[in-house]
Nanobody
């Protein structure tokens, strides 16, 4: 069982920045593709960004391209989501997720993720 703990959420004004962090408990962190999802009230949970095993490949939702950056440090068992130029529509609960993988692909569908964090609230005021 892998536990994921997110941190870094909060309240920020539009145009500001936040950095989310996730620390999986997995001893073999480098064997997990990682992703960040978000869910706004009344909406489905959608992928924001994903990163493959080595960190050499990433995926971003169109709505965050150029503003968000996902990264991972396999030596420190952490994954981050740097969020810049935040907009009110970025307001949501953000979830970290881990997918056990053998192939070095980026995982973009929620059904393929094996473990989820509890979520951290991000609120962007206008």
């Amino acid at each position: 069982q892998v536990q994921l703990v997110e941190s870094g959420g909060g309240l920020v004004q539009a145009g500001g920045s936040l950095r989310l962090s996730c620390a999986p408990s997995a001893r073999t962190f480098s064997r997990y593709a990682m992703g960040w999802f978000r869910q706004a009230p009344g909406k489905e949970r959608d992928i924001v960004a994903g990163i493959n095993l080595s960190g050499g490949a990433t995926y971003y939702a169109n709505s965050v391209k150029g503003r968000f950056t996902i990264s991972r440090d396999n030596a420190k068992n952490t994954v981050h989501l740097q969020m810049n130029s935040l907009k009110p529509e970025d307001t949501a609960v953000y979830y970290c997720a881990a997918a056990r993988r053998i192939r070095p692909d980026v995982v973009v569908t929620s059904q393929e993720y094996d473990y989820w964090g509890q979520g951290t609230q991000v609120t962007v005021s206008s």
